[in-house]
């Protein structure tokens, strides 16, 4: 039996005075026809997880989406609030729903698409999420799977997603091995600076630092690139990107030099923006070394969040330090680190400000937080380290 049935946007649950039901799912028109839509809409599955370290592919999807219009967040244990409140404290006007019943009488009509937005560890579906995603099938809805789990491969899944003219798209699935690449040293062509977003643990901000230096870049006129290398930047419409940690360890170096390859001969951009994976320090991840060896980042942004005590699912593994991962990365690569970002979980605005003046003057680097922080201080980042950036848009505008 469901926790809740409606889905209430969190403007009228903190508004004590307000017109008489402002709640969306009364208000808003029908869903137009399928066919009338210019962009797919969705229903983001993240059950007890949404805001928390294993809902970081519906907390993204939240933030940023290109290629969905998001419609609701299912998790009962946060029904009725909005979803951009609870990341960022920002309306989004995207609603958290009980269960699927209450997340389809909010839409009105049935969506295009059902995501499975929690990235658990095992990288696998329980019995319960199974029963669920085969219902949103039989319900007419296609499904967005992030998962080490292929789910076209999955005999049940198969049969009713081709009985209900559904379509299943598995993220994480490579090429296949005859088309898979290795390293060819293409890279050293390429004229424009690459700039690789590395953190000190996974799950702890890079992909949203990624985007948002992209976005940053892009609005005071430095043409800049991302290339994702996790399953939660391709859901989310990257143009250019790869599930790296599903690809054969063999290709990883190779399909990512190929990838950022493809970004600069598409699009000639003046920066190319690689999003990181785990940290190299971390033992369970070797994604960060791929991405080393296979993007071969002229410069390197730092993530860390300050007020984690241990690894993300590690409790016995202490955090390093900024200082030793940046020294580590740079024995390990031939690259500098420019500069540092900050996650601010569990934080205080003063305590993100004592940290930034802290760091800033233990590592001599610039350091921001690219969320609660003006988008300034991330151009000026990459600015000072690459100040001919600032010379072509001069050159652009003259």
Same mark, same amino acid.
């Given at each position: 039996?469901?926790?809740?049935?409606?889905?209430?946007?969190?403007?009228?649950?903190?508004?004590?005075?307000?017109?008489?039901?402002?709640?969306?799912?009364?208000?808003?028109?029908?869903?137009?026809?399928?066919?009338?839509?210019?962009?797919?809409?969705?229903?983001?599955? %993240?059950?007890?997880?949404?805001?928390?370290?294993?809902?970081?592919?519906?907390?993204?999807?939240?933030?940023?989406?290109?290629?969905?219009?998001?419609?609701?967040?299912?998790?009962?244990?946060?029904?009725?609030?909005?979803?951009?409140?609870?990341?960022?404290?920002?309306?989004?006007?995207?609603?958290?729903?009980?269960?699927?019943?209450?997340?389809?009488?909010?839409?009105?009509?049935?969506?295009?698409?059902?995501?499975?937005?929690?990235?658990?560890?095992?990288?696998?579906?329980?019995?319960?999420?199974?029963?669920?995603?085969?219902?949103?099938?039989?319900?007419?809805?296609?499904?967005?799977?992030?998962? /080490?789990?292929?789910?076209?491969?999955?005999?049940?899944?198969?049969?009713?997603?081709?009985? /209900?003219?559904?379509?299943?798209?598995?993220?994480?699935?490579?090429?296949?091995?005859?088309?898979?690449?290795?390293?060819?040293?293409?890279?050293?062509?390429?004229? %424009?600076?690459?700039?690789?977003?590395?953190?000190?643990?996974?799950?702890?901000?890079?992909?949203?630092? %990624?985007?948002?230096?992209?976005?940053?870049?892009?609005?005071?006129?430095?043409?800049?690139?991302?290339?994702?290398?996790?399953?939660?930047?391709?859901?989310?419409?990257?143009?250019?990107?790869?599930?790296?940690?599903?690809?054969?360890?063999?290709? %990883?170096?190779?399909?990512?030099?190929?990838?950022?390859?493809?970004?600069?001969?598409?699009?000639?951009?003046?920066?190319?923006?690689?999003?990181?994976?785990?940290?190299?320090?971390?033992?369970?991840?070797?994604?960060?070394?791929?991405?080393?060896?296979?993007?071969?980042?002229?410069?390197?942004?730092?993530?860390?969040?300050?007020?984690?005590?241990?690894?993300?699912?590690?409790?016995?593994?202490?955090?390093?330090?900024?200082?030793?991962?940046?020294?580590?990365?740079?024995?390990?690569?031939?690259?500098?680190?420019?500069?540092?970002?900050?996650? /601010?979980?569990?934080?205080?605005?003063?305590?993100?400000?004592?940290?930034?003046?802290?760091?800033?003057?233990?590592?001599?680097?610039?350091?921001?937080?690219?969320?609660?922080?003006?988008?300034?201080?991330?151009?000026?980042?990459?600015?000072?380290?690459?100040?001919?950036?600032?010379?072509?848009?001069?050159?652009?505008?003259?």
């Amino acid at each position: 039996m469901p926790v809740r049935q409606a889905c209430v946007p969190s403007h009228a649950l903190l508004e004590t005075v307000s017109a008489p039901s402002s709640d969306r799912a009364t208000l808003a028109p029908p869903k137009p026809p399928r066919q009338r839509s210019t962009t797919a809409t969705a229903i983001v599955y %993240c059950e007890a997880e949404f805001g928390a370290l294993d809902g970081k592919t519906a907390n993204g999807l939240v933030r940023h989406s290109e290629k969905y219009r998001i419609l609701s967040v299912i998790d009962s244990t946060k029904a009725g609030l909005d979803a951009g409140m609870v990341l960022d404290n920002i309306e989004q006007a995207i609603p958290i729903c009980a269960d699927l019943n209450a997340a389809l009488k909010q839409a009105g009509s049935i969506p295009d698409y059902f995501i499975f937005g929690k990235a658990p560890a095992s990288g696998m579906l329980s019995a319960q999420e199974r029963t669920l995603m085969l219902k949103a099938i039989k319900l007419g809805m296609s499904i967005v799977n992030g998962l /080490h789990e292929f789910l076209n491969d999955d005999p049940e899944f198969a049969a009713a997603s081709s009985a /209900h003219n559904t379509t299943i798209i598995d993220v994480r699935r490579p090429r296949a091995t005859k088309d898979l690449r290795v390293f060819s040293g293409s890279l050293t062509t390429m004229a %424009c600076p690459r700039l690789a977003v590395l953190g000190t643990d996974c799950a702890i901000g890079k992909r949203t630092t %990624c985007t948002a230096l992209t976005r940053a870049l892009n609005a005071n006129g430095i043409k800049t690139v991302m290339v994702g290398t996790g399953q939660t930047g391709l859901i989310q419409g990257a143009r250019y990107g790869l599930a790296l940690d599903a690809v054969p360890s063999q290709f %990883c170096a190779g399909e990512l030099e190929a990838t950022i390859m493809e970004a600069y001969e598409g699009e000639a951009p003046d920066v190319i923006v690689i999003e990181g994976q785990g940290a190299l320090s971390h033992p369970a991840y070797s994604t960060s070394s791929f991405i080393l060896r296979g993007s071969s980042p002229h410069a390197v942004i730092l993530q860390h969040a300050p007020a984690r005590a241990h690894r993300c699912d590690f409790e016995t593994m202490p955090m390093p330090t900024p200082a030793s991962e940046i020294n580590l990365i740079q024995t390990f690569a031939k690259t500098r680190v420019i500069g540092l970002t900050l996650n /601010h979980e569990n934080m205080s605005d003063a305590e993100v400000t004592a940290a930034i003046t802290r760091y800033e003057r233990e590592l001599r680097i610039p350091v921001t937080d690219a969320l609660t922080r003006s988008q300034d201080h991330l151009v000026n980042m990459v600015l000072s380290a690459f100040p001919e950036l600032a010379e072509r848009v001069s050159q652009r505008q003259e």
